[in-house]
């Protein structure tokens, strides 16, 4: 079974550029999340999809980022303009459906703004 | 607010050696959750615990849900240097479905 693919893997751009990212979930996997990990810091939520609807973006900071899923499957997250403190790992990870707990995580894209 | 504090934040240690790591909140969990991630990947889950006093074995690691399901700990017997890694706890509560919070993480390096 594939795992959850994300890409690109790294990214530098320049503060108030816009970036992109994408991740494949894997198979038949309703929910899918997107996550903020700061160096040294756990991974933070920031928009829950369930199929191709939102259940949760409260900590997404929706001035600059947005993320859709619109047939359900693949996903995209982006942030335009971006600023220096957005460097971080972007992880997207999928779960079976929303009431499980367990979750599977993509290898995650590193996006460091310069 | 952390709801879920991990202690230590960083262990190095030595090839053999027994470790325990800990996980401790103020707020009752429906699951808790244990994760390691190594440099340049995702997270990967360990172990999931739901019952109030559960024990867990997985080879040489041994993982604890506290009785009042506000704290957990992961004990490593003989660690090796393929355990190395940042190890991650993550809480669920019912009430928010399936979304985790996760720790500041343990970031262990095993010595050979």
């Known amino acids: 079974e594939a795992g959850v693919a994300q890409s690109p893997r790294y990214k530098i751009i320049e503060k108030r550029q816009s970036v992109a990212f994408w991740c494949n979930p894997i198979?038949?996997?309703?929910?899918l999340y997107w996550y903020q990990q700061i160096l040294g810091q756990g991974p933070k939520l920031l928009i829950q999809?369930?199929?191709?609807?939102?259940?949760?973006d409260s900590q997404l900071p929706k001035d600059r980022f947005s993320a859709e899923r619109l047939k359900g499957v693949d996903s995209t997250l982006k942030i335009q303009p971006a600023k220096l403190e957005d460097s971080a790992v972007y992880l997207c990870?999928?779960?079976?459906?929303?009431?499980?707990?367990?979750?599977?995580f993509g290898p995650g894209t590193r996006l460091t703004v310069t | 607010t952390q709801l879920l504090e991990q202690s230590p934040q960083f262990l190095s240690i030595q090839e053999g050696e027994n470790l325990t790591v800990y996980c401790n909140s103020s707020?009752?969990?429906?699951?808790l959750q244990w994760y390691r991630q190594e440099p340049g990947e995702g997270p990967v889950l360990l172990v999931t615990?739901?019952?109030?006093?559960e024990v867990k074995k997985l080879k040489r690691l041994t993982f604890q849900f506290g009785d009042a399901r506000k704290d957990s700990s992961l004990h490593i017997t003989a660690a090796q240097p393929g355990d190395t890694g940042l190890y991650l706890c993550?809480?669920?509560?019912?009430?928010?479905?399936?979304?985790?919070?996760f720790g500041e993480g343990t970031q262990l390096t095993v010595n050979p």
């Open positions: 990870a999928s779960s079976l459906w929303h009431t499980t707990y367990e979750q599977y």
């Open positions: 198979s038949g996997h309703a929910t």
């Open positions: 999809f369930q199929n191709n609807g939102v259940v949760d």
């Open positions: 707020s009752v969990f429906s699951s």
């Open positions: 615990v739901v019952t109030g006093g």
């Open positions: 993550a809480g669920g509560k019912e009430t928010s479905g399936s979304r985790l919070t």
